[in-house]
């Protein structure tokens, strides 16, 4: 009975997060979206924590603190305070159809699933279905960074990428803290070099629009 | 016997409910919102007051006019009969179904839109138009949660998947949670609760319900606003019911379980209101263009809520 009980509880903080990945493609207001990503980066902490006290595995808690701290307050803070100061918190992106991108999302959780059970066959059933919903969130991540034309949230589909390999991580057995930690200060370290590319390409097209990326060819023009 | 007894104390208690349930958000409302509000008894008086009023009919109206009221109230309160608040033990539990509960409602709203069109005004029309977008979005998505619930307990049967979730047989399911997210959404819309429509409203470019039934007086707005009440109670039974029978007295039930079971619907029926109320208060009314993302994505946790039913058997 607790065994099952564990594994539904699993399951329902992983249906959160992936949840909150529809969430983010439902959103169009950049605050709105920083603000969901930062309840997934909580679902996500919730995942790991529960994760460490079904496995006993008191590594997975640091996991979780780093979840926590990191990417629920720090990433979402910073955000915030950089769409402040680039004065673009009222943007409203109208890129894809909303109804759209939701179906190609649901497309893409199906295909996950369809991907994810026959391979992981062997796998103990808490690790495939948490396999699968890990790599929805993944693909979710990646169709936020297609579909979007506003560099932030771009940024915004690649934390909730790497969110996804984090689930995917915490629901296998043994991954090794060092390789945790190391992900989590890279995401940083990202985080503020995009902060800083962010300024640069508004200093030079005064917007964070990409699309004006596509187009541009150097100073040659 | 008994369940015939049962069946009518339900019936009476539906009907008596919905205008507390309806002023007991409202005074929620006023209270986050920092106003005083009025007593939540108020809809009691209000519909009073309506019943003693003289009824004012357009000279255009036609019989629909006259028989929408009715039609919509008695539509809504069969529908309320047959979702079990209090006890699974109903007389009309095993004839009505979730599919026939999304038909009693489509009725409901059927006449009234037929009747916002009537009188041939302009707001009425624009309200029908309205609220058969909202519609033609809401009742697939309702539908979808159905199956997807069917598919969980085997049955469509409101009474069988309550004594279904009761007996643990489902236990905690995503499933279960991603049709309860589209199950809220799907009230929300078809009560013209905030994101969708303002209850409150009175400012012609934003209204839905409150356009289409705009040249209603009297007596027959007493049906209308009634009907409006006991939709509400009839969702909040309905999440109850499905998601949270915990308490429900089951077929031969003796008097203390009824008790608890009657207890329990109103704690988990107030509870809901607050809610709801909270939720209304944080929240502003989306654009009508808007609706079809909102409940489109109310009909895809409902399909994603069956993928993962596949999923879970698959494992």
Redesign the interface.
């Known amino acids: 009975m607790f065994a099952?009980?564990s594994y539904?509880?699993a399951?329902?903080i992983?249906?959160?997060v992936l949840?909150a990945g529809?969430g983010l493609l439902?959103q169009r207001r950049l605050q709105a979206v920083l603000n969901t990503f930062a309840f997934q980066a909580l679902a996500l902490a919730a995942a790991a924590g529960w994760q460490a006290h079904v496995q006993n595995a008191p590594h997975l808690w640091a996991t979780a603190g780093i979840a926590l701290v990191f990417k629920a307050l720090l990433v979402p803070f910073a955000l915030h305070w950089l769409v402040e100061r680039l004065g673009i918190h009222r943007t409203v992106e109208t890129a894809l159809s909303?109804?759209w991108t939701?179906?190609v999302?649901?497309a893409l959780?199906?295909l996950s699933?369809m991907l994810v059970?026959p391979v992981t066959a062997g796998a103990a059933?808490l690790t495939?279905?948490s396999l699968?919903l890990a790599m929805s969130v993944v693909l979710l991540g990646l169709l936020m960074m297609i579909t979007r034309h506003n560099a932030v949230t771009q940024v915004v589909g690649f934390m909730a990428l790497e969110n996804g390999l984090i689930l995917a991580a915490v629901s296998a057995k043994g991954m090794p803290l060092v390789v945790e930690i190391s992900i989590a200060f890279s995401v940083l370290v990202a985080m503020i070099l995009f902060g800083i590319f962010f300024f640069r390409i508004r200093e030079r097209f005064d917007s964070l629009d990409v699309q004006y990326l596509e187009t541009f060819r150097g100073d040659r023009q | 016997m008994t369940a015939i007894l049962l069946q009518f104390a339900h019936i009476l208690l539906v009907v008596a409910l919905a205008p507390l349930v309806t002023g007991w958000v409202r005074l929620v409302k006023a209270r986050l919102n920092g106003r005083c509000g009025p007593s939540p008894f108020q809809p009691y008086r209000d519909l009073y007051r309506l019943l003693q009023k003289e009824a004012v009919i357009a000279h255009s109206a036609s019989w629909i006019f006259r028989a929408a009221p009715y039609v919509t109230f008695a539509a809504v309160w069969l529908a309320a009969c047959i979702v079990p608040t209090f006890t699974t033990d109903l007389l009309l539990a095993p004839a009505a179904d979730l599919i026939a509960l999304v038909a009693l409602l489509g009725l409901a709203r059927f006449w009234t839109a037929l009747a916002g069109m009537d009188v041939g005004t302009a707001f009425g029309g624009l309200g029908s138009s309205r609220e058969m977008l909202i519609a033609s979005l809401a009742e697939p998505a309702m539908l979808m949660v159905t199956f997807s619930l069917s598919l969980l307990s085997g049955s469509t049967s409101a009474a069988h998947i309550a004594a279904f979730v009761l007996s643990g047989g489902i236990g905690l399911s995503v499933s279960l949670g991603l049709a309860l997210a589209a199950m809220v959404m799907v009230a929300i819309a078809e009560n013209g609760r905030i994101p969708i429509d303002n209850p409150a409203t009175h400012l012609e470019l934003t209204m839905v319900h409150e356009a289409m039934v705009l040249e209603y007086s009297g007596r027959h707005l007493a049906m209308i606003e009634a009907a409006g009440m006991v939709r509400l109670t009839l969702f909040m039974a309905l999440i109850g019911c499905l998601f949270m029978p915990w308490g429900m007295a089951r077929p031969g039930a003796d008097l203390a379980e009824i008790a608890i079971g009657l207890g329990a619907f109103l704690g988990k029926t107030f509870a809901l209101g607050t809610v709801l109320a909270l939720f209304e208060t944080s929240i502003a009314k989306m654009r009508v263009f808007r609706y079809a993302d909102f409940l489109g994505g109310a009909l895809l946790l409902a399909l994603l809520a069956t993928i993962f039913h596949y999923v879970s058997e698959a494992v």
């Open positions: 099952h009980l539904d509880v399951h329902l992983g249906a959160t949840m529809f439902y909303i109804g939701m179906i999302g649901v959780v199906a699933i059970l059933a495939r279905e699968a």
